[in-house]
C-alpha cells in the first residue's frame, strides 16, 4: 500500500499569502524525505528536502517541518506566487522514491 | 543543460502493437528509473536501474520491459500493450540510488493504449 499520503487533495490559495501543504508517512524508519513540484505538462521537479535528524529545514521561500513523533511532514510556501500553481508531491527516499498522491495547489490573483 | 530527454511526448497505439519509449540521460548518472503516473495514485515505479546491465523491477513492472545497455540510455519497452497501461510516464535518474540522491525527471510521456 501507499506509505506516504497528502492530506488534502487540492488547495486554493490568495496570491501573496502563505500556503501549507501537508503529509503522512508510515514507515518510521525513514530517513530522507523529499518534496516536489509538478507544473503542468512537465515532469516532477526537485524543491527541498529533509533528513530525520532535522526538524525544519529552509530554502527560498519554502520550509519543510518534519515532526517524527506524529510522522507528519509539512511544505510551507511563503508569499505564494502564481508560479507556485503545481501539484506538490512529498516523497520518502528511504530505499527507494515513493511519493504519494499529490496536492494541486491553486493561487488565486 | 543537464536534462532527461524522454521520446515521444505523446504515443497513441493499438492493443498488441509493440512500442519503445526512449530515456536519454547527459549527467553521467548511474541510476535511471521509470515511473507511471495515474489520476489518485501518485507516481509508481515500473523498473529501475542501477548500473549498466542492472536492472530491477519496481512495484508494477507486468507488462514492461526496460534495458540498460549504455549508461546514458533507458528505454521501456511495452511487448504487447493493453488499455491499462494507458497513463503517464516519467523518466528519472539521479547520481546514485539512495537517500539524498535526488532524481531528475524527464518531461513525461502520454501513452494511449486503444
Known amino acids: 500500500g501507499e506509505s506516504v499520503g497528502l492530506h488534502l487533495p487540492t488547495l486554493s490559495v490568495q496570491e501573496g499569502d502563505n500556503s501549507i501543504i501537508n503529509c503522512a508517512y508510515s514507515?518510521?524508519?525513514?530517513?530522507?524525505f523529499i518534496w516536489y513540484k509538478q507544473e503542468s505538462g512537465k515532469g516532477p521537479q526537485f524543491i527541498i528536502d529533509?533528513?530525520?535528524?532535522?526538524d525544519k529545514r529552509q530554502g527560498q521561500r519554502v520550509t519543510v517541518l518534519l515532526n517524527k513523533t506524529v510522522k507528519h511532514l509539512s511544505l510551507q510556501i511563503a508569499a505564494t506566487q502564481p508560479g507556485d500553481s503545481a501539484v506538490y508531491f512529498c516523497?520518502?527516499?528511504?530505499?527507494?522514491?515513493?511519493f504519494g498522491a499529490g496536492t494541486t495547489v491553486t493561487v488565486r490573483a | 543543460e543537464a536534462q532527461v530527454t524522454q521520446n515521444p511526448r505523446y504515443l497513441i497505439t493499438v492493443t498488441g502493437k509493440k512500442l519503445t519509449v526512449t530515456c536519454s540521460q547527459n549527467?553521467?548518472?548511474?541510476?535511471m528509473s521509470w515511473y507511471r503516473q495515474d489520476p489518485g495514485l501518485g507516481l509508481r515505479q515500473i523498473y529501475y536501474?542501477?548500473?549498466?546491465?542492472?536492472?530491477d523491477k519496481g512495484d508494477v513492472p507486468e507488462g514492461y520491459k526496460v534495458s540498460r545497455k549504455e549508461k546514458r540510455n533507458f528505454p521501456l519497452i511495452l511487448e504487447s500493450p493493453s488499455p491499462n497501461q494507458t497513463s503517464l510516464y516519467f523518466c528519472?535518474?539521479?547520481?546514485?540510488?539512495?537517500?539524498?540522491?535526488?532524481?531528475?525527471f524527464g518531461a513525461g510521456t502520454r501513452l494511449s493504449v486503444l
Open positions: 514507515n518510521s524508519a525513514s530517513d530522507y
Open positions: 529533509i533528513r530525520s535528524n532535522m
Open positions: 528519472a535518474s539521479s547520481l546514485n540510488r539512495g537517500a539524498g540522491d535526488i532524481q531528475y
Open positions: 516523497a520518502e527516499n528511504d530505499y527507494k522514491l515513493s
Open positions: 549527467m553521467n548518472h548511474e541510476y
Open positions: 536501474s542501477m548500473n549498466v546491465e542492472v536492472t
